[in-house]
């Protein structure tokens, strides 16, 4: 478990936040713009795999799970989302449920390393929770932000479309703030409807168009982001 911790977390990283916006333009464009994705992905996996890079074994998963990540990648990319419209939601999901067949399948191979992971500084960070909460933390977030759009798209009026910069940056921040207070618990939960609240003058602030204004007053986005927050808030307790 603490092995597909740590990789998931990896791959959450590397997946997300650090697939920038120019690089993800590449990959819808062009073959080689899979190639920085890729390469980026194996050097996060190699960052977090710290305690076994004296370990050839390690250094083969991970180039596998690079490389098969640039295939289920190109798999996407190809053939998926030129079929997408209607179903956006459906081929995120089956995109990222094959990355984590991918990483179920190296920590199987890894197994007789746990040890050395478990006595390395990611067994310190998990035994405190703190590595469940970082990772649901990330799903919440950044992977939040991929999941509502192809939600959007998927279940939207017209086919939907995605949020514009603002709404989204907006939607990241609320569900980072829901999550937070979720699982700090205690009096912390009072805040949530504070944050809630604010919806209203921090829109009036961040817009002028009509259109990004009531995208940020969407009650949908409102649901999507505290539902997916505290769902995220309840498994990070719970794993």
């Not at 040890?115 to 960070?125: E, I, K, N, P, Q």
Request: glycine share 8%.
């Amino acid at each position: 478990m603490l092995c597909i911790k740590v990789l998931l977390f990896a791959h959450l990283l590397a997946d997300f936040p650090l697939q920038f916006g120019h690089i993800y333009r590449l990959k819808k464009r062009y073959l080689a713009g899979q190639l920085p994705h890729a390469i980026i992905y194996f050097m996060v996996m190699v960052a977090a795999g710290f305690p076994l890079l004296a370990q050839g074994r390690y250094w083969i998963c991970a180039g596998a799970l690079a490389l098969s990540h640039l295939a289920i990648d190109l798999f996407k990319v190809r053939v998926l989302d030129p079929r997408s419209r209607g179903r956006e939601l459906w081929n995120f999901l089956a995109d990222q449920a094959l990355h984590l067949v991918a990483i179920a399948i190296a920590c199987r191979a890894l197994r007789p390393l746990s040890l050395l992971v478990r006595d390395s500084l990611w067994g310190a960070v998990a035994g405190n929770g703190a590595l469940s909460t970082a990772v649901f933390f990330c799903i919440a977030t950044f992977a939040g932000t991929y999941l509502l759009d192809a939600a959007r798209a998927t279940f939207g009026r017209g086919g939907g479309s995605a949020a514009d910069p603002v709404t989204r940056q907006h939607g990241l921040l609320e569900r980072a703030l829901f999550f937070i207070f979720m699982v700090a618990g205690g009096w912390w939960m009072a805040l949530v409807p504070l944050v809630i609240a604010a919806r209203v003058p921090l829109a009036n602030h961040l817009t002028k168009q009509f259109r990004e204004r009531g995208s940020l007053l969407s009650r949908g986005d409102l649901i999507g982001n505290l539902g997916l927050a505290a769902a995220c808030a309840i498994a990070a307790r719970l794993v």
